[in-house]
């Protein structure tokens, strides 16, 4: 059943772009312009452009987000950054839970509810992720195994104003390959009732992502399904060319 869910298309940049890439936001924006795209628009740079980008981006349609935090808010904890840091920076959102920092960073459900908890704390919004291996869904477990990271990552607490879901299969990240419809229907219906089951009915107005290879050619396919409300894009999103054309999925 399709909700009245205000969808989202999300960008996450991950390790690319410097400040020659303020183009492409100035491109997005001006894109953008003053209508309504028919859905909310976000850029998650590297935390060395969130300043710079939020000041571009200010007024505009665009928000900024950030792809992580530490969990605490000060400390001796070289080389990291705290939700409260990438508030004053201008990020209204963190991305959580990445599978990327989930296999490279070594961190569990739990750390990823602590990092949701601290975007909290300082006043900003979480997008949770969770997705599962090409082993996994060989297996047949990927329904289980994305319910348990739901479960284990989502902190008490989580509303749909301060807590966005994103589904990203890894074995979709980056490589070109997508669930088919059907499977992303499956999923995403399996998120949405682990989510009633832990928060209630408010879980109907949650949003819930897909992510992983969401080009301009399978963005209104994939953003048609029952379920998906909005998109967390790495490669596309990098391009406001491209970025543009998955938001045109949202045009009435
Ligand atoms: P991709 O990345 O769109 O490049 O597949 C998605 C993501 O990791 O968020």
Not at 177 to 193: F, L, Q
Request: glycine share 10%; aromatic share 4%; charged share 20%.
């Amino acid at each position: 059943m399709s909700t009245p869910i205000r969808a989202i298309a999300a960008g996450n940049w991950k390790m690319n772009g410097t400040v020659a890439s303020t183009a492409e936001i100035e491109a997005l924006v001006a894109g953008l312009g003053s209508e309504d795209p028919g859905c909310d628009v976000m850029i998650c740079p590297p935390a060395t452009l969130i300043n710079i980008f939020a000041q571009i981006a200010l007024g505009s349609r665009v928000e900024i987000g950030a792809q992580d935090c530490h969990a605490n808010e000060t400390g001796a904890h070289t080389g990291d950054l705290s939700a409260e840091m990438l508030a004053e920076a201008g990020a209204t959102t963190i991305i959580v839970g990445h599978s990327e920092r989930r296999q490279d960073h070594f961190e569990n459900n739990e750390t990823v509810r602590a990092k949701a908890e601290a975007a909290w704390r300082a006043g900003l919004k979480a997008i949770i992720c969770c997705g599962e291996s090409d082993e996994q869904r060989k297996a047949g477990e990927a329904l289980e195994v994305v319910a348990s990271q739901v479960v284990a990552s989502l902190p008490e607490g989580a509303t749909p104003e301060n807590t966005t879901i994103a589904y990203e299969p890894i074995w979709a990240i980056g490589t070109g390959k997508t669930p088919t419809a059907a499977d992303v229907a499956e999923m995403h219906a399996n998120i949405r009732t682990t989510l009633n089951k832990i928060i209630g009915d408010t879980a109907n107005e949650m949003r819930i992502l897909y992510g992983g290879s969401v080009k301009p050619a399978n963005a209104d396919e994939l953003m048609s399904v029952d379920n998906v409300n909005g998109a967390l894009v790495g490669g596309a999103s990098l391009k406001a060319e491209d970025f543009l054309g998955i938001i045109a999925a949202y045009k009435d």
